[in-house]
């Protein structure tokens, strides 16, 4: 695996490399970025990843400054799948002058859920990514469902700008418990992340809600938020949407996702699951 910390160096190594898939991170890898990996190697003929924490859509109370560093174990973990190509920038490199062109998301689809409650976040990701894109030129790029508003943003990002890249979507992973996995899992202590799988679990009985049959939506929402606050958790939202553009379904909508975010201690956890 060669890593590059320069635009210059790994476009210059791509060039002649034919079809690139395309993985970015901001690193602290674990088995949901890796399996992502493996699902992008067989797309093209050439697999490249980005490790960049990315300042940007971090708010001002947010983890920026503790986000963990853990390059050369997640160097070592991309090389056992095959990763061909690491771009590693530092920010001088990624913006060597404040940056002043932003891409700003539909209000109506990056303003509500994780929007609300992270007022600037899906600004900040789009725009990085643009950026690699730019950079990198893949012709396929995976992104989890794990976060499935950033997904349906950058696919939408994607279709409206007319990039001549393939967004290809990686199922989340999770541990035997349903906790699906995370970076921010390791901020858990012991008791929390025992804890942890209720927030699976509260979604879970959505969905099974759901596809029983029952249309109040609003009263399943509002007993899964019960359940977390019963158990000592802040939750910011259970939401019933529809897949393809996260909006309130209507009466007899097919194509859903339960979709949830809430506090455990100081850790924010987020997961959906799709119905």
Not at 25 to 46: F, K
Not at 100 to 116: C, K, M, N, R
Not at 121 to 150: C, E, W
Not at 241 to 262: E, F, I, M
Request: net charge negative.
């Amino acid at each position: 695996m060669e890593i590059h910390s320069t635009i210059a160096g790994l476009r210059a190594a791509l060039m002649g490399a034919g079809r690139v898939s395309f993985v970015p991170t901001m690193g602290n890898l674990h088995e949901g970025h890796i399996a992502l990996m493996r699902q992008a190697q067989p797309l093209g003929d050439c697999l490249v990843s980005s490790l960049f924490v990315n300042r940007l859509q971090f708010g001002p109370k947010e983890d920026f400054g503790t986000y963990p560093r853990t390059f050369e174990a997640d160097c070592a973990k991309m090389a056992t799948v095959g990763v061909a190509h690491l771009f590693a920038p530092d920010e001088r490199e990624m913006y060597p002058a404040p940056q002043a062109y932003f891409v700003q998301p539909e209000p109506v689809q990056a303003d509500i859920l994780e929007g609300e409650f992270r007022p600037g976040f899906f600004r900040g990701v789009a725009t990085v990514v643009m950026k690699l894109f730019a950079i990198v030129q893949p012709q396929v790029a995976v992104f989890g469902k794990k976060d499935y508003q950033q997904l349906m943003i950058i696919r939408n990002m994607v279709r409206e700008f007319a990039l001549p890249i393939e967004i290809v979507a990686g199922e989340t992973v999770r541990a035997e418990d349903g906790l699906a996995l995370s970076s921010r899992n390791g901020y858990l202590s012991a008791a929390e992340r025992a804890e942890a799988p209720r927030l699976y679990r509260a979604l879970e009985a959505v969905r099974q809600g759901v596809r029983g049959g029952e249309r109040d939506l609003a009263r399943l929402e509002q007993w899964a938020m019960a359940e977390l606050r019963a158990s000592g958790w802040i939750p910011q939202y259970v939401a019933v949407r529809k897949q393809l553009d996260l909006q309130l379904p209507a009466a007899h909508d097919s194509g859903l996702v339960v979709l949830g975010a809430a506090l455990l201690g100081s850790t924010r956890l987020i997961d959906n699951l799709e119905v």
